[in-house]
């Protein structure tokens, strides 16, 4: 069973920068299959990225071109490099590890990190 920790939130003004982290342990990361998901308050949670076990990646529309989602397997962490940041990218950013076996999906999340874009 994968523990993760994400890191990497804060404050940060309309236009910048961060690099949230996604940390696993108990288990390899890259035999997993990664969401970043985000929550607002009074909205529901939404689709940020996916990073496949094969490292194919996919975005919401309302993030392409300005967030990245990569994984470095050495250090058993996914990463999601967001830039040109909106207020609206404000929210609680997740986690999210799943597989399958066979047609049962186990998905394993973590705490979540606050991102606040404000100026």
């Known amino acids: 069973q994968v523990q993760l920790v994400e890191s990497g939130g804060g404050l940060v003004q309309p236009g910048g920068s961060l690099r949230l982290s996604c940390a696993a342990s108990g288990s390899i990361l890259s035999t997993y299959n990664i969401i970043w998901h985000r929550q607002a308050p009074g909205k529901q949670r939404e689709l940020v990225a996916t990073i496949t076990r094969r490292g194919s990646t996919n975005y919401a529309d309302s993030v392409k071109g300005r967030f990245t989602i990569s994984r470095d397997n050495t250090k058993n962490t996914v990463y999601l490099q967001m830039n040109s940041l909106k207020p609206e990218d404000t929210a609680v950013y997740y986690c999210?590890?799943?597989?399958?076996?066979?047609?049962?999906?186990?998905?394993?999340w973590g705490q979540g990190t606050q991102v606040t874009v404000s100026s």
């Open positions: 999210n590890a799943f597989y399958y076996e066979g047609f049962r999906r186990y998905d394993y």
